[in-house]
């Protein structure tokens, strides 16, 4: 067997158990779900899950790196400007995303998401600190900056709390709008 095959695999083997965790978290809190769980719902053996995850903790911290991925992966096609559509298409993805990764919006619901915040507040803000570092206006100093950019993830973070419990009630269209508008109106003079 090549090892692209093998790669190949490996790479169908992880997204059947993600793809699992998933459909079994909108049926299930997380601290009850089990690897017989994921392993019936994903059509694999035990043994398979252990090649891939030492245990439902390790699968959790999986998941937690991979949608903070997926979300830098997002924000990697972003290059705001003074472009109301960029801003409203790039938390429109946001949105529709969070729709439709349960691990993210159980996060956003329940108070068992801090640990996994904290990681992706600390690398949202260093990635946007090392990528405006040499954008941001001289009237501006880098501390200011910093902490605008604390704003904007708090907001938005809250933003996404807030219709996630409420079961995502408005349309995504809407939450990104108003995300868009809080942008523009905070974070942009800060880097135009």
């Not at 009850?32 to 439902?56: C, L, M, P, Q």
């Not at 996060?107 to 040499?134: C, D, W």
Request: hydrophobic residues 40%.
């Amino acid at each position: 067997m090549t090892n692209e095959t093998q790669d190949e695999r490996y790479s169908v083997a992880d997204e059947a158990i993600y793809d699992a965790f998933f459909l079994i978290l909108k049926e299930k809190e997380l601290d009850k779900i089990t690897v017989s769980d994921v392993i019936k719902r994903a059509g694999i053996v035990r043994s398979t899950f252990y090649n891939h995850f030492e245990n439902i903790p390790a699968l959790v911290i999986a998941v937690e790196d991979k949608t903070i991925q997926d979300i830098f992966s997002l924000m990697e096609k972003f290059h705001p400007k003074n472009d109301r559509e960029i801003c409203k298409n790039y938390f429109q993805t946001i949105c529709e995303y969070t729709m439709t990764n349960p691990f993210l919006a159980n996060l956003l619901r329940n108070p068992e998401g801090g640990a996994f915040f904290e990681k992706f507040i600390t690398m949202f803000h260093r990635y946007v600190s090392n990528i405006t570092q040499n954008t941001g206006p001289a009237y501006h100093s880098k501390e200011e900056f910093s902490y605008m950019i604390a704003c904007v993830i708090g907001s938005t973070i809250g933003v996404l709390h807030k219709w996630s419990t409420e079961n995502f009630q408005i349309p995504a269209e809407v939450i990104a709008d108003i995300l868009t508008q809080s942008f523009i109106a905070v974070m942009l003079p800060f880097i135009t």
